[in-house]
């Protein structure tokens, strides 16, 4: 019985198509990342009162003076336009070359707080003589509590360069005035709302650096000093970035169950025309030794032999025309729809084996009848002969 194991051979397929289904659902990266501008004031759960809300910045200056009669310490931050910017710090470390020259570090720290917007500004004077000046500026990473992570963003700058270097400029910019380092800040949000038990949300603050502008003359300084001004100018939109799932658990299970319905009605559909190639095969090249479950096909679909089909009482295959004598059948369904212009051929053929088992009992009865009518009339003969005999005596 082939269309058994063909069966059997689909069912065993089907945990390896089920196992396909869960990898295709379940082997993506079900993530979902959003990145949108939106005011601050929609958002919800944002504490403006905290002052290290957005984490820190940290801005690191070098520079050097070719001579060790100057202080590090004369190298002055003022936090006072920086009203976004909390608890600020800043430590210098100076470093003497050989009694020739003095190189300083100064390392400003300072928190972002919630409430930072507009514009806020450090302003560093430095001695005149200190013209080359090196930057770093070190942010918090906004999307992760890991300190290890942060942005980092350094250049130089110095008086322009000019060919005859008897004339060349130097910074002489003012408190007023002062050379500036411009950057623009973002403020940054990240909601980590994959795992819905263990939501994250991440603040802080993205710069850009827009460039520098320098206040340079060839005449120098007055007050023997220049000031530099490192200014960040806050959007007023806030960047916030979401993690999420892409599909819920439950319709990915949907999902992957929806994918074996169709998976085994594919299989069906293959199954049921790999049956017909297989019984075209066996009709076309073993006419005479069809497997039972090919011929049945055939006859049934084709609505031929119906004595193949028909089973007595036992559950036996048996044969109506054999065990009847002297019955006519018509066998051909095409010639009986010719005959009565009637096209379920099939209902025809069942009625005639049915009237043709109905005049079978009827001959019987007939036979019945007329030996029992000789037998009347023999009865009556010797009822004849015995009144004769009575009537002679």
Same mark, same amino acid.
């Given at each position: 019985m082939?269309?058994?194991?063909?069966?059997?051979?689909?069912?065993?397929?089907?945990?390896?198509?089920?196992?396909?289904?869960?990898?295709?659902?379940?082997?993506?990266?079900?993530?979902?990342?959003?990145?949108?501008l939106?005011?601050?004031?929609?958002?919800?759960?944002?504490?403006?009162?905290?002052?290290?809300?957005?984490?820190?910045?940290?801005?690191?200056?070098?520079?050097?003076?070719?001579?060790?009669?100057?202080?590090?310490?004369q190298?002055?931050?003022?936090?006072?336009?920086?009203?976004?910017?909390?608890?600020?710090?800043?430590?210098?470390?100076?470093?003497?070359?050989?009694?020739?020259?003095?190189?300083?570090?100064?390392?400003?720290?300072?928190?972002?707080?919630?409430g930072?917007?507009?514009?806020?500004?450090?302003?560093?004077?430095?001695?005149?003589?200190?013209?080359?000046?090196?930057?770093?500026?070190?942010t918090?990473?906004?999307?992760?509590?890991?300190?290890?992570?942060?942005?980092?963003?350094?250049?130089?700058?110095?008086?322009?360069?000019?060919?005859?270097e008897?004339?060349?400029?130097?910074?002489?910019?003012t408190k007023?005035?002062?050379?500036?380092?411009?950057?623009?800040?973002?403020?940054?949000?990240?909601?980590?709302?994959?795992?819905?038990?263990?939501?994250?949300?991440?603040?802080?603050?993205?710069?850009?650096?827009?460039?520098?502008?320098?206040?340079?003359?060839?005449?120098?300084?007055?007050?023997?000093?220049?000031?530099?001004?490192?200014?960040?100018?806050v959007?007023?939109?806030?960047?916030?970035?979401?993690? #999420? @799932?892409?599909? $819920?658990?439950?319709?990915?299970?949907?999902?992957?169950?929806? *994918? =074996?319905?169709?998976? !085994?009605?594919?299989?069906?559909?293959?199954?049921?025309?790999?049956?017909?190639?297989?019984?075209?095969?066996?009709?076309?090249?073993?006419?005479?030794?069809?497997?039972?479950?090919?011929?049945?096909?055939?006859?049934?679909?084709?609505?031929?032999?119906?004595?193949?089909?028909?089973?007595?009482?036992?559950?036996?295959?048996g044969?109506?025309?054999?065990?009847?004598?002297?019955?006519?059948?018509?066998?051909?369904?095409?010639?009986?729809?010719?005959?009565?212009?009637?096209?379920?051929?099939?209902?025809?053929?069942?009625?005639?084996?049915?009237?043709?088992?109905?005049?079978?009992?009827?001959?019987?009865?007939?036979?019945?009848?007329? #030996? @029992?009518?000789? $037998?009347?009339?023999?009865?009556?003969?010797?009822?004849?002969? *015995? =009144?004769?005999?009575? !009537?002679?005596?």
């Amino acid at each position: 019985m082939y269309d058994s194991r063909l069966g059997a051979a689909f069912t065993i397929a089907l945990p390896f198509v089920l196992g396909i289904a869960a990898v295709q659902t379940f082997g993506t990266r079900n993530l979902l990342v959003t990145k949108t501008l939106v005011p601050f004031i929609t958002l919800e759960n944002i504490n403006t009162n905290n002052t290290v809300l957005y984490k820190s910045l940290n801005i690191t200056l070098e520079t050097y003076a070719p001579s060790t009669d100057f202080d590090c310490n004369q190298i002055l931050p003022s936090f006072s336009l920086a009203q976004g910017l909390t608890e600020c710090s800043y430590q210098s470390y100076p470093t003497k070359f050989e009694q020739s020259a003095i190189f300083c570090q100064v390392s400003m720290h300072c928190f972002v707080s919630g409430g930072v917007r507009g514009r806020n500004t450090i302003d560093i004077q430095f001695p005149a003589i200190m013209q080359k000046i090196k930057w770093s500026v070190i942010t918090s990473s906004w999307e992760s509590s890991d300190p290890s992570k942060s942005s980092v963003m350094h250049s130089s700058f110095g008086p322009s360069i000019a060919k005859n270097e008897s004339s060349s400029p130097s910074l002489v910019g003012t408190k007023t005035k002062p050379t500036t380092v411009s950057f623009g800040v973002v403020r940054s949000r990240f909601e980590d709302r994959f795992d819905t038990n263990k939501e994250i949300t991440e603040h802080g603050i993205q710069l850009s650096y827009l460039g520098v502008s320098k206040n340079e003359d060839k005449i120098g300084t007055a007050d023997e000093s220049h000031h530099v001004s490192f200014i960040f100018d806050v959007e007023e939109s806030v960047f916030v970035k979401t993690h #999420q @799932q892409r599909v $819920e658990t439950l319709t990915r299970v949907a999902t992957m169950f929806a *994918l =074996l319905l169709s998976a !085994i009605s594919g299989m069906r559909f293959f199954k049921t025309y790999l049956e017909l190639i297989i019984d075209t095969i066996c009709l076309r090249c073993y006419p005479k030794n069809l497997p039972n479950d090919v011929r049945d096909r055939k006859d049934v679909l084709e609505e031929r032999n119906l004595k193949h089909v028909v089973h007595n009482r036992t559950g036996h295959r048996g044969s109506i025309i054999q065990s009847v004598p002297n019955m006519k059948v018509v066998k051909n369904n095409k010639e009986i729809a010719e005959v009565e212009g009637n096209e379920n051929a099939g209902d025809i053929e069942l009625a005639n084996i049915e009237l043709a088992t109905g005049d079978l009992k009827y001959k019987k009865l007939e036979m019945q009848i007329q #030996q @029992q009518s000789e $037998e009347l009339k023999v009865m009556r003969k010797q009822i004849e002969e *015995l =009144l004769t005999r009575d !009537i002679v005596i």
